[in-house]
């Protein structure tokens, strides 16, 4: 199974509260504001190292406190337990400068990249509609933060790549005010490519995966994703050098890919109503579920968040059905909801 207890301490509206997980459905039942949102953030921090919603770490540490602790058990074989912890601050404990969020396993500090894949976790939101209707960055980020679950490489290269950029931007930036040489870009130029080809090629294969499954699905066959990426090469770099230079930063590579997704020809951001939106954002998930699987050799646990109000029958029934043999945690304010799932253990707060 994936996860058996989590503890949330200083963790949103959470002073100290512990929660016990089955290896099938666990449901979390209550009104709205009462905490279930930030459970599933709780879980996902131990899974990804990061939040789904918050803009800054320090959002997640409760009111008035310095810092808040999130930690969980995964059972192993032969009865013994993993222990992961996540603590998370504002940058500042007990007047000392400190990182704002540190990783633990078994008690012993780690880097982010050490805990991923030991839970890996797939999330289902209503706000998931932004994966079809949202900006390009949030298209990128479904990428990323299930490609960093599984490949090792991906995720060294993001981190990498993401770093270098950084410092190329700047450079350019001096480049335009005068204050640095061109030849001042030549190792980061080196590095982006290199990185940068690494994410683009394993991101290639991730879609390519996904539209092969489409093509074996009669409720998503007419589904296709394409990926408009932003070739990064020694030929593009150099053709934008001077674009470059006038702009102050980066013109070409992964951070300006996106993916179009379409029905048929139609493209569903342009033309695609909310219902078929919906319907592409679920299929979207079906294909990370089965990818991370299949390249984790390992089930994902489901993390559902109050989306069956955004499904209509046919759809809600394709979540039921790959909810089957996985460990799902799923969140609801509706009770009509709890007649679904007759076999669920039920968590009510309060």
């Given at each position: 199974m994936g996860l058996s207890s989590i503890t949330l301490s200083n963790f949103r509206n959470y002073e100290n509260k512990e929660f016990n997980f089955s290896n099938g459905v666990t449901v979390i039942a209550g009104?709205?504001?009462?905490?279930?949102?930030?459970?599933?953030?709780?879980?996902?921090?131990?899974?990804?190292?990061?939040?789904?919603?918050?803009?800054?770490?320090?959002?997640?540490?409760?009111?008035?406190?310095?810092?808040?602790?999130?930690?969980?058990?995964?059972?192993?074989?032969?009865?013994?337990?993993?222990?992961?912890?996540?603590?998370?601050?504002?940058?500042?404990?007990?007047?000392?400068?400190?990182?704002?969020?540190?990783?633990?396993?078994?008690?012993?500090?780690?880097?982010?990249?050490?805990?991923?894949?030991?839970?890996?976790?797939?999330?289902?939101?209503p706000e998931d509609i932004e994966l079809i209707s949202g900006s390009p960055e949030i298209r990128r980020k479904f990428l990323d933060r299930l490609m960093i679950q599984i490949d090792k490489e991906y995720e060294h290269s993001l981190t990498t790549y993401e770093q270098a950029l950084r410092r190329r931007n700047k450079i350019l930036d001096a480049v335009r005010n005068g204050s640095a040489s061109?030849?001042?870009?030549?190792?980061?130029?080196?590095?982006?490519?290199?990185?940068?080809?690494?994410?683009?090629?394993?991101?290639?294969?991730?879609?390519?995966?996904?539209n092969r499954l489409f093509d074996k699905s009669e409720l998503f066959k007419k589904l296709r994703i394409v990926y408009d990426l932003s070739v990064i090469n020694e030929s593009r770099i150099t053709q934008y050098s001077e674009a470059e230079v006038a702009v102050g930063y980066t013109l070409v590579g992964p951070h300006k890919d996106d993916l179009v997704?379409?029905?048929?020809?139609?493209?569903?951001?342009?033309?695609?109503?909310?219902?078929?939106?919906r319907m592409a954002v679920l299929a979207l998930k079906m294909g990370e579920i089965y990818f991370l699987e299949e390249k984790g050799k390992k089930k994902a646990t489901l993390l559902l968040d109050d989306i069956f109000s955004e499904l209509d029958e046919e759809h809600k029934q394709e979540v039921l059905r790959v909810m089957a043999g996985r460990q799902v945690v799923v969140t609801t304010a509706d009770e009509k909801d709890?007649?679904?799932?007759?076999?669920?253990e039920i968590i009510r707060i309060n």
């Open positions: 009104e709205n504001a009462r905490g279930k949102t930030n459970l599933l953030e709780a879980i996902y921090l131990l899974g990804v190292g990061e939040s789904f919603r918050a803009k800054r770490t320090e959002e997640m540490v409760r009111f008035e406190q310095e810092l808040g602790r999130v930690s969980g058990q995964i059972p192993l074989a032969k009865k013994d337990l993993l222990n992961l912890e996540v603590v998370v601050n504002g940058g500042v404990v007990m007047g000392k400068v400190v990182n704002k969020r540190k990783y633990l396993i078994d008690g012993v500090s780690k880097r982010r990249k050490d805990i991923l894949g030991l839970l890996p976790l797939v999330l289902f939101r061109r030849y001042s870009l030549t190792f980061w130029d080196g590095l982006l490519i290199k990185h940068g080809q690494i994410i683009q090629d394993k991101r290639r294969e991730l879609i390519e995966y996904i997704i379409k029905e048929e020809t139609r493209d569903l951001l342009i033309y695609g109503s909310r219902g078929e939106q709890l007649e679904m799932f007759k076999k669920a």
